[in-house]
């Protein structure tokens, strides 16, 4: 399997996912507590903003490394099977 696009960034990346998932962990405690829910809603738009910013950093590093190198190949088909996924994902990014 290739190196992926992030693995230069992977410890940083792991970090966030952690602290995301810390913020999950306290949404869970706020909903047994019974907080407010716009408290709570505020929250999940918190941790969902934090989630979009991992995908856009993970989305970039693809482009420019997965994507890149792709297209730079001497196989046009596999450079179009990955242009293919890229724009596949990038709508389901932006439709999230």
Same mark, same amino acid.
């Given at each position: ?6 693995? $230069? &960034? ?6 966030? =996912? ?6 999950? /962990?306290? *949404? !869970?405690?706020?909903? $047994? &507590? ?6 709570? =809603? ?6 969902? /903003?934090? *989630? !979009? ?44």
């Amino acid at each position: 399997m290739a190196t992926p696009g992030y693995h $230069d &960034d992977k410890a940083a990346i792991l970090a966030r =996912l952690r602290r995301i998932e810390g913020q999950v /962990r306290g *949404l !869970q405690r706020m909903v $047994d &507590d019974e907080s407010y829910c716009i408290d709570v =809603l505020t929250q999940v738009s918190a941790v969902t /903003r934090a *989630l !979009q910013s991992v995908a856009v950093q993970m989305m970039d590093e693809h482009l420019r490394h997965c994507v890149a190198n792709a297209v730079q190949s001497d196989d046009a088909e596999e450079a179009d099977r990955i242009l293919g996924e890229a724009m596949k994902t990038i709508e389901r990014l932006v439709k999230s």
